[in-house]
């Protein structure tokens, strides 16, 4: 079985602060996949980044950074310097691979939802 | 740039009709799927289809759900009977298979809000 918690429902922050989303999750497999969608107010799914279970390089992408450990079974989203185009709710999420290497069902977290203030 | 959509976006019904949800996957992607978020809670995986069959399915996804794939472009979801508890927000979603295998984006539509009164 997989799950994902993300234990904070809802962050508040002062525009222009950093943010960190934490991301726990649990999978009996060896070979997984974690991403991270951003859920506007609007209601679509963003995809923000998928990293795979072998690959616990951190990445950066402008102001957004992921952390990921394994040895901790983590993988924190950090927001730089917020604006108040980030609020929105941020679901964090597991995939279990399959024999081709792909994926299928995607388990996601409760969302923790970010609200930037002017 | 490619997208997936779905129709319609906001669709109200009465208890015990019959709804069908559609999405239009990404023209080349091989994998799709249905998801169902109901408000204010998490998205909820609902079933996974590939090669013209279903190849997972959540404890969700009882008798009154089906799936099809109609024809080389649509992908639908049928509820057979609405219940209150249906109304959710659904999302098509679909991925792509890389070449020589391995794992691919994937994409989710804009979703279908569902009211059932």
């Known amino acids: 079985a997989q799950k994902v918690t993300q234990a904070q429902t809802e962050i508040s922050v002062v525009e222009k602060e950093d943010v960190t989303l934490d991301c726990v999750y649990e999978?009996?497999?060896?070979?997984?996949?974690l991403f991270w969608y951003k859920q506007p107010p609007s209601g679509e799914l963003v995809f923000l980044i998928r990293?795979?279970?072998?690959?616990?390089q951190n990445e950066i992408s402008g102001r957004y950074s992921w952390n990921f450990q394994k040895s901790t079974s983590s993988f924190n989203f950090t927001i730089t310097a917020s604006q108040v185009v980030d609020s929105a709710v941020y679901f964090c999420?597991?995939?279990?691979?399959?024999?081709?290497?792909?994926?299928?069902?995607?388990?996601f977290g409760t969302g923790t939802k970010l609200q930037v203030i002017p | 740039e490619p997208e997936v959509t779905q129709t319609p976006s906001h669709q109200v019904t009465q208890m015990g009709q019959e709804v069908i949800l559609r999405c239009v996957p990404i023209s080349n992607h091989l994998y799709f799927y249905w998801y169902r978020q109901i408000l204010g809670q998490k998205v909820e995986f609902l079933v996974s289809?590939?090669?013209?069959?279903?190849?997972?399915k959540s404890e969700i996804f009882d008798d009154q759900f089906s799936v099809e794939r109609p024809d080389g472009s649509n992908f639908t979801l049928k509820i057979r009977s609405t219940k209150l508890e249906d109304s959710a927000m659904y999302f098509c979603a679909s991925r792509y298979s890389p070449v020589g295998g391995g794992a691919g984006e994937q994409y989710f539509g804009p979703g279908t809000r569902l009211t059932v009164t």
């Open positions: 289809f590939y090669n013209n069959e279903i190849s997972e």
């Open positions: 999978t009996r497999d060896t070979t997984y996949y």
């Open positions: 999420a597991l995939s279990e691979a399959i024999y081709s290497g792909g994926y299928q069902k995607v388990t």
């Open positions: 990293r795979n279970s072998f690959d616990e």
